[in-house]
């Protein structure tokens, strides 16, 4: 029974369980005040009552003093006040009358009415003897009003009594009533406290125990709801709250242990990324140094394919000179004999000039060599460039081919040179001896003249590839210039990544400290 009341006053708001508190003890006191309402009215009609029997024996005393007037002095007018005092009596007694319903009360009104009339009766009756001077008779009526007004005084003292009797029940049921609607109130207020306190307050205890739970970082117990009022819906909000949490907490568990290995791993790539970048770092700066050296090489290349150029022109122009000299050597053949002297200083200085072609051979070869050797470097260079390096490649290769080419036109020159030494030599030996041997000298003066030939158009041809090495040279000394730019630039870049990569491994481990902190802060919280 009480466990039904208290689950029904539990599903109820708490305005309405405090309303029902207020209003059950606003209802005793009600009953209470109704019944001590009820107590003071029955005493106020008890007491109206006692005041009319009070009057009545008043009234019967006016009466009794009324009559001994009479008696004393005997006159119309005093009986006429005796009569009208008899009828206020009655008056009254017939009023009191209405008042009364039990059954004894009633018969001692009917006693008092009854002596009230035989009082009259013999009232009369004792005038009459008065008026007739009878005064036996009117003794003997005196003692009958005598005993009429003395059961008339019984009568009022009996009801007076009885009303005082049931006064004084009344007071005292009135009195027991009120103690019992007291008591009652009492313990309906004690146990109205005490049920709403234990529904209101328990439930609080229970949500501050929950409260005290979750701030503490316990979110493994669920908070059981089984009420539906105010406190109920505490209780399932902080249910909500306390799933939310646990929710919250568990991806922020999960969340902080993935950032924390992530950290751990981006620090790892942050050091393998920071020693590639040292290592570039390190290989662009011999890459760097290597291409200022290759660039101060072409530069170089150009300077000496420039000087093979100025030399094979004046290769060229010797050679003109030489084929002019073998023409006039042909004209004044018929004159050997008388110039034989000049023709013996003409090829001692033929032999001059080929020394001088030796010697510009001999530079162009050490050139073709230096170029050859430079191309294979700037080859073995761009192939460490990887993609970038693809272009200058190219040029290279073709710096490498031309030089071959070179090379082995100064190979055929230099044989060429080495048959005209020879035949210089022949011509020496000739000229040794000239007179017998004129006309063999026509023939080989001739043969001279086709070498000079052979030499012009091969020292232009030389001239060709010098002019052809000098622009490659520019050429190559610009993209080595471009390529050196380039790799300054990938080496400025190589440090802001050595320095980027510097802030991110120090970022990371920042982060992972940070992500340490927060696992330990969420290791607080009990899922």
């Known amino acids: 029974m009480f466990d039904a009341i208290a689950k029904v006053l539990a599903d109820i708001s708490v305005r309405s369980k405090l309303t029902l508190g207020f209003a059950l003890v606003l209802l005793l006191t009600v009953v209470i005040a109704g019944i001590g309402w009820g107590g003071l009215s029955g005493l106020g009609q008890r007491s109206a009552k006692l005041s009319s029997i009070a009057s ?4 019967a005393r006016d009466m009794r003093i009324a009559r001994l007037n009479y008696s004393v002095s005997p006159d119309v007018a005093k009986a006429a006040l005796v009569v009208k005092v008899m009828d206020d009596l009655n008056l009254q007694i017939d009023t009191l009358a209405t008042t009364f319903s039990a059954a004894n009360d009633l018969r001692w009104i009917a006693q008092a009415d009854s002596a009230v009339e035989r009082y009259r009766t013999h009232f009369q009756e004792y005038a009459r003897a008065i008026e007739a001077r009878n005064d036996a008779q009117a003794s003997q009526a005196l003692s009958v009003l005598d005993a009429d007004i003395n059961s008339l005084f019984e009568a009022c003292g009996q009801l007076s009594d009885s009303q005082s009797t049931k006064r004084d029940n009344e007071v005292r049921s ?12 009492l313990m309906f207020g004690v146990l109205a406290a005490w049920l709403i306190t234990r529904l209101i307050v328990l439930p609080l205890k229970e949500a501050l125990q929950s409260a005290e739970r979750v701030a503490g970082g316990n979110l493994s117990q669920d908070i059981q709801v089984s009420r539906r009022d105010e406190l109920g819906e505490l209780q399932a909000s902080m249910q909500r709250m306390t799933l939310n949490l646990r929710d919250l907490i568990g991806g922020l568990r999960d969340g902080v242990v993935q950032i924390a290995s992530a950290a751990e791993q981006l620090s790892a790539v942050t050091e393998q990324t920071n020693a590639g970048v040292n290592s570039q770092k390190v290989e662009t700066d011999q890459v760097a140094t290597a291409m200022n050296e290759m660039a101060a090489t072409v530069q170089e290349v150009a300077r000496s394919a420039e000087q093979a150029s100025n030399a094979a022109v004046n290769a060229g122009l010797e050679a003109r000179d030489s084929d002019t000299v073998v023409n006039q050597a042909i004209e004044q053949i018929t004159h050997l004999d008388i110039e034989v002297g000049h023709s013996t200083d003409a090829m001692a200085g033929l032999k001059r000039e080929s020394d001088k072609i030796g010697t510009v051979l001999d530079v162009i070869k050490s050139v073709a ?8 470097n700037a080859a073995i260079e761009a192939a460490r460039a990887g993609e970038a390096g693809r272009g200058f490649a190219v040029v290279a290769d073709e710096v490498r081919s031309l030089a071959q080419r070179t090379q082995t036109s100064t190979e055929e020159i230099e044989g060429l040179i080495g048959g005209l030494h020879r035949g210089t030599q022949q011509v020496g030996d000739i000229l040794e001896r000239s007179r017998a041997l004129t006309t063999n000298s026509v023939e080989l003066t001739r043969r001279a003249g086709t070498s000079l030939m052979n030499i012009t158009r091969s020292v232009a041809t030389i001239e060709s590839m010098n002019l052809q090495i000098a622009t490659a040279s520019e050429q190559q000394s610009a993209v080595a210039e471009e390529i050196n730019r380039s790799v300054l630039n990938v080496r400025d870049v190589s440090e802001q990544t ?10 990371s481990i920042e982060l992972a400290r940070l992500g340490g902190h927060l696992q330990t802060l969420v290791g607080k919280f009990k899922l």
Not at 178 to 185: C, E, G, K, M
Not at 369 to 376: S, Y
Not at 498 to 507: F, L, P
């Open 56 to 59: 009545i024996n008043e009234v």
């Open 174 to 185: 009135s009195i027991e009533r009120l103690i019992f609607a007291a008591v009652l109130a």
């Open 498 to 507: 050595a320095a980027a990569s510097e802030q991110t491994a120090a970022s």
């Open 369 to 376: 060599q230096q170029t050859n050797l430079l191309a294979l």
